[in-house]
Structures are given as C-alpha cells and as structure tokens.
C-alpha cells in the first residue's frame, strides 16, 4: 500500500496539490461548500492512480485543492462506501494520501438518520463518539503497522478543541447543533424499526453507512478529527 500512495503523492504534487492544512470530506448533498473554495486545482478520481472511483451518482468524485477561509484545503467531492463493493482500505485511502500530503486536520461530513427523536431532519449533530458496527476494521491488515500503530487508542476520536469551536459557533449563529453518538452500518438497505430500537438501546442518537472508516484511519495517523452529521431522516420505529 505504501507504494501506491507515494504514486497517488508523487501525481497530485505533480498537480499543484502542496502542502494542504486542512482536509474535508463531504457527504452525500453537501458539495456546494465547494462553492465556497478558491480553486487552485482539482481532478476527478478516476484520474488519479490507484485512487478509487465515485459509484454513487450523486457523488461528483473530484479532489479539490484550494484556499477556504484563509486555510489551505483539500476537499474530497464525492466518498466511498462498503455498500458501493469496496473494501475499508479502499474507503480509507483518500485519508491516508491526505495525510501524506501534509493535512494535519480532517473534517468529516455525512447525511444520517436520527435515531435520537429528540433531533429533527434537516437539523445537525456534532459527533462526539460513535458505534462501529460495519463488521471489521479498517487497520485489520497484514503489514498496518508500517504505515501507523496497529492498536490504535480510540478513547477520545474526535477532536475536544475543534467540537467546543463548532458549539461555540453554532451558538453565535443561533443554528441547532446536537451533539451524539453516531452508528456506522454497512447499508445500502435502510434499517427495520427492530433495528432502530436496537440502536436506540446501545446508545446511538444517529445511524449512517459511512464516516467511522475515516474516523479509525485519521486517528491511525495522529490527525486531529471532527465530524458533522446532517440528519436528513427521523428514524422512528413506530412508523412503516
């Protein structure tokens, strides 16, 4: 593996990708932060070697490069998903050439169902823990080790900094953040309302098919993480 992110590297320097601080991740619907960056310079993924290729049709699959609020940025436009027939290290190999190219934070979006019926669609929720339930991980390797430590402390995943700055934020714009407990399901099927009690029961507020792959991997590498769910669904088992 380690061959093939020096190339995916060695390519995107070649493109003008230097020295990103930050990187992000956006979920499904949420590509118009794209609007938002002074572009220096993209590519679509199906360019870049070794790098996997956007399935899901609402998912652009571009690699973003520019400024963002005065911060050096490479943006992910479109994820990959284990329901798309990926592995995990398939999902996660964006991470690890976003962290090879030099990013030290990592933002993670997503769109996911309330399992917590205090939350409301179309509101959000800071992750502040999540619930691994894709079935395996993504550092479950032969020869992990050489690119991070193989057991990884996942105590505290997301960043405390980071979150109390999107509070803080959130509050001084009067916008409603919640913040919980996401679960991460392999998909793509939706989940049946015994399911959802199940997840209500150990502890989930929101469930999604996506993020925690990400999450395991920034921690691998020492990176600094936060993440936002948009809840687009009420995840209600007493309605069909």
Known sequence: MIKYINKTVEYLQDKGFESPEVGIILGTGLGQLTNEIEVIEEVSYNHIPHF???TVEFHKGKLIYGILEGKT????????HLYEGYTL?????PVRVMEK???KTLLVSNAAGAVNLNFKKGELMLIDDHINLQGSSPLAFKGVEALGERFTDMSAPYNLDINTTFETIAKANNI???KGVYASVVGPQLETGAEYRMLKIIGADAVGMSTVPEIIVANHLKLKVAAISVLTDECDPRKP
């Not at 940025?73 to 990959?80: P, S």
């Not at 290290?89 to 190999?93: A, E, G, S």
């Open 101 to 103: 190219l030099g990013i």
């Open 52 to 54: 996997p290729t956007a």
């Open 176 to 178: 409603t953040l919640h």
């Open 89 to 93: 290290q398939d999902v996660t190999y």
């Open 73 to 80: 940025v490479i943006v992910m436009q479109g994820r990959f």
